[in-house]
T-cell receptor, first 116, second 113 residues
Framework: SAVISQKPSRDICQRGTSLTIQCQVD?????MFWYRQQPGQSLTLIAT?????????ESGFVIDKFPISRPNLTFSTLTVSNMSPEDSSIYLC?????????????FGQGTRLTVV | GNSVTQMEGPVTLSEEAFLTINCTYT??????LFWYVQYPGEGLQLLLK?????DKGSNKGFEATYRKETTSFHLEKGSVQVSDSAVYFC????????????FGGGTRLMVKP
């Protein structure tokens, strides 16, 4: 299994500012995923982050708005840039257990972001 | 593509009532299936999972059986408690590496005393 620590757990930010969310895993993983959960909605994948390469973004998400870093196999950051109230959501990172491909996925506790 | 459809909520039940939340999926191959739960103000927690046809996942009194013939993974609990009030998400994960979870829309359960 994998234990994921996500920071901060919540934040209230002013519009126009940026917030960087950190995701730390207790083991080395190849794939890390960033999701957004808007209020009352399901989870939507933002991007997939591989170590040593640029993140792959899903339709509707762009690197300028959600830059991602993946400096090593245990860590990733997601930045929400130039925030607006519409960015108020829970942001979650997730990793896949490559020892059991297709059978397990782990989530951080999420970052609850409120933009005012 | 892959998709997950689950019943819309909210589902409102009295304590000790029987719970069913329907979930059906569309996928190529044989994905793993999951139920995640999100309690108010908290992140996502894995509730149970099944990795192959006819497997039954169970946890905390909840059960779900992987039905390949009906492409379903319905969540059930015989007697719900107020503390079960949460949002429940059905999800699938393809077998090949590098694929992400596909989630259903979520079902809010409210249990009244």
């Amino acid at each position: 299994s994998a234990v994921i620590s996500q920071k901060p757990s919540r934040d209230i930010c002013q519009r126009g500012t940026s917030l960087t969310i950190q995701c730390q895993v207790d083991s080395q993983v190849t794939m890390m995923f960033w999701y957004r959960q808007q209020p009352g909605q399901s989870l939507t994948l933002i991007a997939t982050a591989n170590q040593g390469s640029e993140a792959t973004y899903e339709s509707g998400f762009v690197i300028d708005k959600f830059p991602i870093s993946r400096p090593n196999l245990t860590f990733s950051t997601l930045t929400v840039s130039n925030m607006s109230p519409e960015d108020s959501s829970i942001y979650l990172c997730s990793v896949e257990d490559l020892d059991r491909v297709g059978t397990e996925a782990f989530f951080g506790q999420g970052t609850r972001l409120t933009v005012v | 593509g892959n998709s997950v459809t689950q019943m819309e909520g909210p589902v409102t039940l009295s304590e000790e009532a029987f719970l069913t939340i329907n979930c059906t999926y569309t996928a190529t191959g044989y994905p793993s299936l999951f139920w995640y739960v999100q309690y108010p103000g908290e992140g996502l927690q894995l509730l149970l999972k099944a990795t192959k046809a006819d497997d039954k996942g169970s946890n905390k009194g909840f059960e779900a059986t992987y039905r390949k013939e009906t492409t379903s993974f319905h969540l059930e609990k015989g007697s719900v408690q107020v503390s079960d009030s949460a949002v429940y998400f059905c999800a699938l994960l393809p077998r090949n590496a590098g694929n992400m979870l596909t989630f259903g829309g979520g079902t809010r359960l409210m249990v009244k005393p």
